[in-house]
T-cell receptor, first 114, second 114 residues
Framework: DAGVIQSPRHEVTEMGQEVTLRCKPISGHDYLFWYRQTMMRGLELLIYFNNNVPIDDSGMPEDRFSAKMPNASFSTLKIQPSEPRDSAVYFC????????????FGPGTRLTVL | QQPVQSPQAVILREGEDAVINCSSSKALYSVHWYRQKHGEAPVFLMILLKGGEQKGHEKISASFNEKKQQSSLYLTASQLSYSGTYFCGTPAVDSGGSNYKLTFGKGTLLTVNP
């Protein structure tokens, strides 16, 4: 298995632009998590899905952030409009059924908003 | 609530031992440990469950004190490859009791020098 796939790996954009991050989880995994990592705030959970259904989005910073999972093999995290404080590394992770198990992280997307 | 890790950083020489601690203000039924090397994604190390069950890494040991709501990671005879940031994660179950999310501590930076 190729593991969790994220794209793009790096994104540089200007303030006000729309940014879309993509994630393909490991086949057969039921859970998908979106995390954001910064030096100041560490590794924060933004939202997670179970069987394509959003379960908890309490970590989404504000309405500028949205996430979708239209099917079991694809998820997006969108920021519109982007701001410099959104600069961070965004990780997607997936996990098999049942919870309380190993999460497999993707390589991350390093986002820089100028 | 975010678990608290200590120390924040530790520097070792190859072959020395280290202990990384993780404590929570709430009752725990499991503790999850991950390691992140610089510029890479977090990688699963182990899960410690109530009752003493442990799933994961064979060469790194850990303990879980449910009453004290603490866990410790023991890195013995450290190798250069052990360098990285170690995170503990504690689960929070949703109101339905069937899904959970991890809250990670801020991490402990471990540097192993030759």
């Amino acid at each position: 298995d190729a593991g969790v796939i994220q794209s793009p790996r790096h994104e540089v954009t200007e303030m006000g632009q729309e940014v879309t991050l993509r994630c393909k989880p490991i086949s057969g995994h039921d859970y998908l998590f979106w995390y954001r990592q910064t030096m100041m705030r560490g590794l924060e959970l933004l939202i997670y899905f179970n069987n394509n259904v959003p379960i908890d989005d309490s970590g989404m910073p504000e309405d500028r952030f949205s996430a979708k999972m239209p099917n079991a093999s694809f998820s997006t995290l969108k920021i519109q409009p982007s701001e410099p404080r959104d600069s961070a590394v965004y990780f997607c992770a997936s996990e098999g059924a049942g919870g309380l198990d190993e999460q497999f992280f993707g390589p991350g997307t390093r986002l820089t908003v100028l | 609530q975010q678990p608290v890790q200590s120390p924040q950083a530790v520097i070792l020489r190859e072959g020395e031992d280290a202990v990384i601690n993780c404590s929570s203000s709430k009752a725990l039924y499991s503790v999850h440990w991950y390691r992140q090397k610089h510029g890479e994604a977090p990688v699963f190390l182990m899960i410690l469950l109530k009752g003493g069950e442990q799933k994961g890494h064979e060469k790194i040991s850990a303990s879980f004190n449910e009453k004290k709501q603490q866990s410790s990671l023991y890195l013995t005879a450290s190798q250069l490859s052990y360098s990285g940031t170690y995170f503990c994660g504690t689960p929070a179950v949703d109101s339905g009791g069937s899904n959970y999310k991890l809250t990670f501590g801020k991490g402990t930076l471990l540097t192993v020098n030759p």
